[in-house]
C-alpha cells in the first residue's frame, strides 16, 4: 500500500505543478492579450479624436472662406475692385421719354 500512495503523492505534486504551470501560463496570455486589447483601444481612440481635430479645423476653413465669398460678393466691394484693377467707370443713367399720342391713348 505504501507505493501506491507514494505514487499518488507524486502523482499528485506532478498536477498540481502542472496545474501551477498552466495557470501561470493563461496568466500571462491573458495579461498579453489584455495589453493587446487595451492599446488597440487607445490608438482608435487617439484616431477618432485626430479625425475630429481635423474635421473642425476643416469646419473653420470653410466658414472663413464662405465669410471671405460674402464680403468680396458685396456691390460696393465688387464696384470698388472694378474701379481700381480694370479701370472700369460707372455708367451715367440714360433718360427715356415716351410720347403717346393723346388719339391712339383713348383705344389703350
Known sequence: MRKRTRRSIKS??????????ICTVGS???LIFYL????EIDESFLAI????????E???EIDEIKNKI???SRSDVVTARAKKELGMVVAEPETLI????K??????
Not at 49 to 56: D, F, G, V, W
Open 12 to 21: 499528485g505534486n506532478f498536477i498540481q505543478g502542472f496545474l501551477f504551470f
Open 28 to 30: 500571462i496570455v491573458c
Open 36 to 39: 493587446w486589447v487595451f492599446k
Open 49 to 56: 479624436e485626430i479625425q475630429n481635430t481635423t474635421a473642425r
Open 58 to 60: 476643416l469646419k473653420n
Open 70 to 72: 460674402e464680403k468680396l
Open 98 to 101: 415716351v410720347a403717346i399720342n
Open 103 to 108: 388719339n391712339k391713348g383713348s383705344d389703350l
